[in-house]
């Protein structure tokens, strides 16, 4: 049996936070890779899961952050799925372009630690002031 009570309704099963968000993890839903991280509260969650695209709480925007909304890569949500303790939730997402990075890249995930440096690994798929042009 889970840690979750699956007598709440689905909002109040999940564990939020002090700042009243929980992580949220992306994964490309055919590869299985891990694409970025961020935060979503309340709105951004019950917005995600009407809409089936992926809407974060943007920490530096202080603001819903709708994935894709400037660049065009948007995420569709596949299934969202929440740990045995109900506070990290995973998303699996079709990426849209193939870029879930602001830097060009399929994966905020690019950089390895090679010794004692960490080391750009992944190649930039589009210059990211094409994808920011506007």
């Known amino acids: 049996m889970s840690d979750m009570d699956a007598g709440l309704p689905w909002l109040e099963a999940l564990k939020w936070g002090g700042d009243r968000m929980v992580p949220a993890i992306a994964q490309d839903a055919e590869t299985g890779r891990v ?7 309340r ?3 019950q917005e995600t899961v009407k809409t089936g695209n992926a809407v974060y709480w943007s ?4 603001r819903l952050w709708r994935k894709g909304e ?14 045995c303790d109900g506070d990290v939730l995973l998303l ?4 849209e372009g193939g ?10 995930f690019f950089h ?3 010794g004692e440096r ?3 690994v992944d190649p930039v798929l589009k210059d990211p002031k094409e994808i920011y042009a506007k």
């Open 59 to 62: 920490r530096s925007r202080g």
């Open 92 to 95: 699996a997402i079709e990426q």
């Open 43 to 45: 709105e951004s969650l």
């Open 118 to 120: 960490w080391a750009p």
């Open 99 to 108: 870029i879930a990075c602001h830097t060009g890249r399929a994966s905020c």
């Open 70 to 83: 400037e660049s065009g890569h948007y995420q569709k949500v596949k299934s969202i799925r929440t740990d």
């Open 112 to 114: 390895e630690l090679q």
């Open 35 to 41: 694409l970025m991280f961020a935060w979503m509260n």
